[in-house]
C-alpha cells in the first residue's frame, strides 16, 4: 500500500512538472557553403532561362576601378557570397599585394570587357515586370532600427545614416536610418525567408573606409559589416544594437566616426558654422599604419589633384614611408582623406571616449575649411606636410597653426559641451595646456568670467568669431586686428588678452 501510494505521488508530481519552452530565434547561423537558387548550369539553362547576369570576381588595381564598376549599378563586396563569417561575423579577405580582390554581380547589358575579372557563374534575375499585379510579387517589408553605444555617456544612441542592406544569395535590397536611427524599406527582389543583413557607412554626405597595412587594397571598399542571418520573422522588427556584445573594432569606430559626425553637425548647425558641401572621405587608420595622429587635410574636398608630388605629400602628412606611400598615391589617387583617425583592435568591444572627443576636434577643422576655403587650407596642408606638423612659432606661416588648432581645440571643447552637458569639457578650455598655441584664448574671448587679470574681454560668441575667419585671416595677428575693429569698446582689454597669450 505504501508502495502504491508512493508511486501514485511520483506520478502526480511528474504530471504537473512544466517542460521547460524551447527559446525561439530569429536568427540563423551558417555553417555551410551556401547555394545560389539564381545560378544556371551554362548560359542557357535546360529549361530555357537566358542569363540575365554575371556573379564576377574582379581584380582591381585602383580606387577609379571600383568606383567606375559602382557607378554601374555594380555593388562590390570583399567576399564571395557563400563565404561563412568567422564567430565574430568577420570575414575573410583575399587580397594580394599587387590588386584588390571584389566580387559583384553584373547585368549583361554592362561592359565590364576592361577589367581583369573571372566570370564566376551565370545569374537568371530578371527584372519584376511593373505591369506585374501586386498580389503576384508581394513585396517583402524590412524594418527597425539601429543605435550604438555612445562611450561617452554609456547610452545607446540612435545611429542616422547607415546604409542597411538585405542580402540574399547575390540579390540586395537597401535602406537608411533616420534621425532617430529607424529604417523601413521593401523589396520585391528578396523572396527567401533567410536573409543576411549588412551594414555600410555610405550615404550622401559619408564614406568611411579602413586602411590596413597589412591589407592595403582593403581601402578600396566603404567598410560593411555583416550582422549576420535572419528569418524572416525579424524583418520587420530589426532592432540592431551595436553594443560590447559586437567584438569587431573596426565596426565600434566606424559608428563613432558617424555618431560624432551627425551630432556635431547639429552643434555647428545651432552656431551658425558651416560644414563642407561636398561628400566626406573618412580613413581610419587600424593599428595607426600612418600616423598615430588624427589629421583634417580635406583633400578630397579640395579634389587636390595639382599637387607635385603626393607621394611626399602622404608620407611627411602621415609619417608612412615612402614605398607605401608611393603605392597608396597610385591607387587611391585623388581620393585621399578628408579626415584621417587611427584605431586600435584592442578597443575592440568599444570604441575609446577620446576617439569622439578627438572627431570633434577634426569636425571643428572641417568648420573652419568650410569658411575660409581652399585658398586657406592648402598652405595649411603643405606647412604640415613640409614640417611634419605643428613645427615652430619662428617658422614661416605658423600663423595659420596657432589660429587654427587654437581654435578647433576650444570649439571641440564647447561643442562636446553642448552634446554631453558634462562640465569636464568647459573646464579643458578655462584651464588649458601650455603651449606656443594659444588653446583657450577663443574660450577668453566669450566667457563672462572674471577671475583672471588679464580677461576683461567678454560676450564675443564664437559665431561672431568665426564669421571673421575668412580666407584673408592667417594668423592671430590678423584676427586681433579684426577683432578690435569691431569691437572698439573693448581694443584695450583685447590688446591685454592676446599679449598674455603671447600675441
Known amino acids: ?69 559602382e557607378k554601374q549599378g555594380i555593388i562590390l563586396l570583399d567576399h564571395p557570397f557563400d563565404a561563412i563569417p568567422d564567430k565574430n561575423l568577420q570575414y575573410e579577405t583575399a587580397h594580394t599585394k599587387q590588386y584588390g580582390i571584389y566580387y559583384g554581380v553584373a547585368p549583361k547589358s554592362v561592359n565590364i570587357d576592361n577589367y581583369e575579372k573571372e566570370i564566376l557563374s551565370a545569374l537568371y534575375m530578371p527584372e519584376v515586370s511593373t505591369t506585374m499585379r501586386t498580389s503576384e510579387t508581394p513585396s517583402k ?24 542592406i538585405i542580402k540574399e544569395h547575390t540579390k540586395m535590397a537597401i535602406g537608411f536610418s533616420d534621425e532617430n536611427g529607424n529604417f523601413s ?31 592595403l587594397f582593403g581601402i578600396f571598399g566603404v567598410n560593411t559589416y555583416s550582422l549576420g542571418f535572419r528569418k524572416s520573422c525579424a ?71 595639382q599637387i607635385a608630388n603626393p607621394t611626399r605629400l602622404i608620407t611627411n602628412l602621415f609619417g608612412v614611408s615612402e614605398d607605401i606611400a608611393e603605392l597608396l598615391s597610385y591607387i587611391i589617387g585623388d581620393q585621399l582623406p578628408d579626415i584621417y583617425a587611427p584605431y586600435y583592435s584592442i578597443y575592440a568591444t568599444t570604441a575609446r571616449a577620446s576617439f569622439i572627443e578627438t572627431m570633434y576636434h577634426e569636425l571643428a577643422h572641417a568648420s573652419h575649411f568650410a569658411k575660409a576655403g581652399t585658398d586657406f587650407w592648402l598652405p595649411y596642408v603643405e606647412y604640415i606636410y613640409t614640417n611634419g606638423g605643428y613645427g615652430e612659432p619662428t617658422f614661416s606661416n605658423s600663423g595659420i597653426i596657432g589660429l587654427s588648432e587654437a581654435w578647433a581645440e576650444d570649439v571641440s571643447n564647447i561643442g562636446l559641451f553642448y552634446t554631453y552637458q558634462k562640465q569636464k569639457y568647459i573646464n579643458f578650455n578655462e584651464h588649458p595646456f601650455e603651449d606656443w598655441i594659444p588653446y583657450g584664448l577663443y574660450h577668453d574671448l566669450y566667457d563672462t568670467g572674471n577671475n583672471e587679470i588679464f580677461d576683461n574681454v567678454s560676450a564675443i560668441t564664437f559665431p561672431e568669431m568665426y564669421s571673421l575667419l575668412t580666407t584673408d585671416t ?16 573693448q581694443q584695450a582689454a583685447i590688446d591685454l588678452l592676446f599679449q598674455h597669450y603671447g600675441f
Open 141 to 164: 517589408q524590412f524594418a527597425g532600427s539601429i543605435k550604438f553605444f555612445d562611450p561617452i555617456d554609456s547610452l545607446l544612441k540612435p545611429l542616422k545614416g547607415v546604409q542597411i
Open 474 to 489: 592667417r594668423s592671430l595677428q590678423a584676427l586681433k586686428i579684426k577683432l578690435k575693429n569691431n569691437y572698439p569698446s
Open 235 to 305: 524583418f520587420t522588427d530589426l532592432q540592431i544594437e551595436i553594443g560590447r556584445t559586437f567584438n569587431n573594432a573596426a565596426l565600434h569606430h566606424s559608428c563613432a566616426a558617424l555618431l560624432a559626425l551627425n551630432s556635431f553637425k547639429k552643434f555647428a548647425s545651432n552656431s551658425s558654422f558651416l560644414m563642407p558641401t561636398k561628400k566626406f572621405n573618412f580613413w581610419l587608420g587600424k593599428e595607426a599604419p600612418i600616423s598615430t595622429s588624427y589629421a583634417t587635410p580635406m583633400l578630397h574636398n579640395m579634389t587636390q589633384q
Open 185 to 215: 524599406f521593401s523589396s520585391q527582389a528578396i523572396t527567401a525567408d533567410t536573409a543576411e543583413v549588412l551594414l555600410k557607412f555610405d550615404n550622401d554626405y559619408l564614406q568611411i573606409h579602413t586602411l590596413d597595412a597589412a591589407n
Open 1 to 69: 500500500m505504501r508502495l502504491l501510494i508512493l508511486l501514485f505521488c511520483c506520478t502526480i508530481l511528474f504530471s504537473c512538472k512544466k517542460e521547460k519552452p524551447i527559446a525561439e530565434t530569429c536568427t540563423v547561423e551558417i555553417n555551410q557553403r551556401l547555394k545560389n537558387p539564381n545560378e544556371l548550369s551554362s548560359e542557357i539553362s535546360v529549361d530555357k532561362k537566358i542569363a540575365t547576369h554575371h556573379y564576377v570576381k574582379f581584380h582591381i588595381y585602383n580606387i577609379q576601378q571600383y568606383h567606375a564598376l
